[in-house]
């Protein structure tokens, strides 16, 4: 009797144990991922929607999912903050909130992917040697392609709310046909065809790469008399190969935090019909919970990934932060002065008479 009784405690300890767990979670860490991921996407659109990366195609898709990302940490995350460390979750009571949350949800994680997907397949196109492949690779094709697949996957994804609804306190799936259907397509999409379309294509590009500079036949001289005109454009390419190493660190994230979710769904499709003790299933909801968790943070970290892997962002983002906005609420004007070119084609600059700098609004305190 008292072996039965000490193996209940200790079950009942483990079930306390993992559920506040749960619940530090959501009072500590979601808030902590909730506020990288506004910081880390407002500070991406910032930077991505300026010119030079607007004219770039895969910046366009990668904006895309930083705009997406936005969504998912200000929706998402936040019910899942709230739902996980205050115990506060709309959708357990409200029908509208339980649909509206499982199926924006779903739409945005899924489109985020897709567009660094397609970010993957537009470097290989421009990286290849095949005409027709790189004029995929266009910024007209991106803004055809990105509102396509957004309005596409809006509607493919209708199924979703559907087939949800709150049953005992719980926004959940009634039918285990379709719980079993759910589990199998988001796991073959998130687990299996993303990841291997993101790899397949990450390594066509690297190998696209490799043959192009086997090509390439440096010539010192002609080099040293074209630098100037050739300096823009390097720094275009320079630009280009730099968002590659974004794309392709982000590839290495998306596996490591993403790819647990699916192997959690596998698991719950195999097991669905078995009958689990109390314990069994406070370790599933953990696993379940920590899942998600690692999930979201995938989607706060995009910007601090790109800022650490790529020398260029790093640039831009100083540039727009410090000499675009600091300076100018400061002094009004840019130190740099305008260049014009002359009529016998030499560039020279303009003088320009410069405002007096305006003192920076500080007011001094009186003690």
């Given at each position: ?24 979670m ?5 808030p902590i991922?909730f ?6 996407s407002?500070?991406n659109?910032l ?7 607007l004219?770039?195609?895969c910046?366009?898709y ?11 940490v ?5 019910f ?20 509206f949350?499982?199926y924006?949800?779903?739409v945005?994680?899924?489109?985020s992917k ?10 290989w196109a421009?990286t290849?040697t ?5 004029a995929?690779?266009?910024v ?7 509102p ?14 559907l ?14 046909v ?7 397509y ?8 993303i ?20 090509r ?11 630098t100037n ?12 190969y730099e ?10 994230v ?7 979710f699916p ?7 195999i097991?669905i ?6 314990v069994?299933?406070?370790i599933?909801?953990?696993y ?17 990934i790109?800022v ?5 962002f790093r640039?831009d983002?100083k540039?727009i932060l410090?000499e ?12 740099v002065?305008?260049?014009m070119r002359t ?11 410069m ?13």
């Amino acid at each position: 009797m008292s072996n039965i009784t000490e193996t209940t405690a200790s079950a009942d300890q483990i079930i306390v144990t993992l559920n506040l767990i749960q619940v530090n979670m959501g009072r500590y860490l979601y808030p902590i991922i909730f506020s990288l991921g506004n910081i880390g996407s407002i500070l991406n659109i910032l930077i991505l929607t300026q010119r030079v990366y607007l004219q770039n195609s895969c910046s366009c898709y990668i904006l895309a999912s930083s705009i997406i990302n936005l969504f998912i940490v200000n929706i998402v995350i936040f019910f899942h903050m709230l739902a996980f460390g205050f115990s506060i979750d709309p959708t357990t009571t409200s029908f509208f909130f339980c649909r509206f949350r499982q199926y924006i949800s779903h739409v945005t994680t899924l489109l985020s992917k897709i567009y660094i997907v397609l970010a993957c397949i537009d470097r290989w196109a421009m990286t290849s040697t095949n005409v027709r492949r790189r004029a995929f690779s266009r910024v007209k094709i991106a803004k055809i392609i990105i509102p396509s697949v957004g309005i596409s996957w809006f509607i493919i994804s209708l199924h979703i709310p559907l087939n949800h609804f709150i049953v005992n306190g719980r926004c959940m799936v009634v039918l285990r046909v379709y719980s079993i259907f759910y589990n199998i397509y988001n796991t073959v999409l998130s687990g299996f065809l993303i990841p291997i379309l993101m790899i397949v294509f990450g390594f066509l590009t690297i190998r696209n790469i490799k043959l192009s500079r086997q090509r390439v036949n440096v010539q010192v001289n002609m080099n040293r008399i074209f630098t100037n005109q050739r300096q823009g454009k390097n720094n275009t390419k320079s630009r280009d190969y730099e968002i590659l190493i974004m794309i392709l660190v982000q590839l290495s994230v998306y596996l490591i935090t993403c790819l647990p979710f699916p192997m959690y769904l596998v698991y719950s499709t195999i097991t669905i019909q078995w009958t689990k003790s109390s314990v069994q299933l406070a370790i599933d909801r953990f696993y379940s919970s920590l899942t998600v968790a690692l999930t979201n943070i995938n989607f706060s970290t995009t910007f601090y990934i790109y800022v650490l892997t790529t020398r260029v962002f790093r640039k831009d983002l100083k540039r727009i932060l410090v000499e675009k906005r600091l300076f100018k609420m400061c002094f009004g004007t840019q130190l740099v002065p305008p260049i014009m070119r002359t009529n016998n084609g030499t560039i020279g600059t303009v003088a320009v008479v410069m405002r007096q700098p305006k003192p920076c609004n500080i007011q001094s305190r009186k003690y």
